[in-house]
């Protein structure tokens, strides 16, 4: 076999286990790995739209956006037309969403150090 095909193989799965322990480390949070990314992403990021966090996470623009209707159907985040042009939709971090996300870059910050 291919030795590129066989790294890339590897890499893949290695990526999907990483996934998976994330979502298995989160779920007592009530969280994804994907919805933790676009907490901590919208936490840097206030005010930026579902168009934003597809560009940060590599995502289809559906696929971004269902993210955010469900973390604000959660009570996460908030979404609000924007003042400059009603189509796009602003969103931030709810009261909760913070405070949730505060804690992920808490325990993000432990695994780094």
């Known amino acids: 076999m291919d030795i590129s095909y066989i790294l890339t193989r590897k890499i893949q799965q290695l990526s ?4 998976l322990r994330r979502n298995e480390d989160l779920k007592s949070m009530g969280l994804t790995a994907e919805q933790a ?4 992403f919208f936490h840097a990021h206030s005010g ?3 168009s934003d966090l597809r560009c940060s996470l590599g995502v289809t623009h559906q696929a971004a956006r269902a ?4 973390m604000a ?3 996460l985040l ?6 400059r042009d009603a189509r796009c939709k ?3 971090l709810t009261a ?3 405070v949730v996300s505060m804690t992920l870059s808490e325990l993000k910050a432990l695994i780094s150090a």
């Open 37 to 40: 990314d676009t907490l901590l």
């Open 67 to 70: 993210l955010v209707q469900r």
């Open 96 to 98: 909760e969403g913070d």
């Open 78 to 83: 908030c979404v609000t037309p924007s003042p």
């Open 48 to 50: 930026s739209s579902a």
């Open 73 to 75: 159907d959660k009570g």
């Open 90 to 92: 602003l969103v931030a």
């Open 16 to 19: 999907h286990r990483i996934v």
